[in-house]
């Protein structure tokens, strides 16, 4: 059983917080009362809220070694509960709430929310731990976070991930007066394909669309989908203004190559404005507004091209 502890982070979902409190008052009232046992108290009431509780009950000496777990402490852990007393536990005192990944004996990684007491066992102080299993809220909340950030067609970043990620990226080339290009793609006859397909084939074309961008980029590239047949990429690392174009023109041809959608055979183009960082703006929104306005400079060019912004730059 291994243990990775990390404090919690505040979330409004007090409920664990609210029992360690109230079982801690109720088992320092039993012990006060009726005197050291080690067992949680002689009130079966108590001992059956123990018991029967959803909630892992720990109880650890000053040792660290395991002095009482409840058989929901035998689920969390993946264990029987006579293989946890006795045993030392890696958990820290001090009465503060904690999140901790819990990886069972099979492998399987359990995450739950762990308070702490410390309470009088016998002649010493121990330890009073419950945890909660919230592996599933934190899988949830993970996948809401994703949702949030992620394009749900194609999985790439959508426009607000793309300003998160590009303000880093900012950050990173002004550190090393690096420089930094936004590239700001639209498809070219994508509206024809939609109108005549349909929406459900449009968005299937996206896909694919989505698949030839990112193979045609490089690990560690920036591929975004802000909206509608609209995709941005951010290169970093590069050597020169010319190399941006480069890009350009490996994603045009990319897409050039046929679709097939149901048997037919689909052909789309690309229209790419290019800006560069720190020429023609140092903000996140300055920069892909600029690459948005030398994109539609390079539809007004006969498409299929890409322009530069603030130099017009032939193909």
């Not at 609210?18 to 002689?42: F, I, M, N, Y």
């Not at 308070?115 to 009073?128: E, K, M, N, S, Y």
């Amino acid at each position: 059983m291994q243990i990775k502890q990390t404090p919690a982070t505040p979330s409004g979902r007090s409920v664990a917080g609210t029992l360690c409190g109230g079982a801690a008052r109720r088992w320092l009232s039993v012990h006060e009362h009726q005197g050291p046992d080690p067992e949680p108290g002689d009130s079966e009431l108590f001992r059956n809220i123990v018991r029967y509780s959803s909630d892992a009950i720990v109880v650890i000496d000053e040792a660290g070694t395991v002095r009482y777990a409840n058989p929901a402490a035998g689920r969390l852990f993946g264990r029987a509960v006579n293989a946890l007393v006795g045993r030392p536990f890696a958990l820290s005192l001090g009465g503060k709430r904690a999140e901790v990944d819990i990886v069972r004996p099979k492998g399987d990684l359990v995450v739950a929310e762990m308070h702490t007491a410390r309470i009088p066992w016998g002649d010493q102080v121990a330890q009073l731990a419950i945890l909660r299993d919230i592996t599933e809220w934190r899988e949830t909340l993970s996948r809401l976070d994703h949702l949030a950030r992620f394009d749900a067609l194609t999985d790439l970043p959508n426009r607000s991930e793309l300003q998160r990620q590009l303000r880093k990226a900012l950050a990173r080339a002004s550190r090393r007066s690096a420089p930094l290009a936004v590239l700001f793609l639209d498809l070219d006859g994508f509206k024809v394909v939609n109108d005549t397909l349909g929406h459900s084939a449009g968005d299937r074309l996206l896909r694919e669309v989505a698949i030839r961008l990112h193979a045609a980029t490089r690990t560690g590239d920036l591929l975004a989908r802000i909206g509608g047949d609209e995709f941005v990429l951010v290169l970093e690392d590069f050597h020169c203004a010319e190399d941006a174009g480069q890009v350009a023109r490996k994603l045009i041809r990319t897409l050039e190559r046929p679709f097939k959608l149901d048997g037919t055979e689909l052909r789309l183009g690309a229209s790419i404005g290019i800006a560069r960082y720190p020429d023609d703006g140092s903000g996140p929104a300055e920069l892909v507004r600029a690459a948005d306005h030398a994109m539609y400079r390079a539809k007004a060019g006969g498409r299929g091209t890409y322009r530069y912004a603030n130099a017009p730059h032939e193909d």
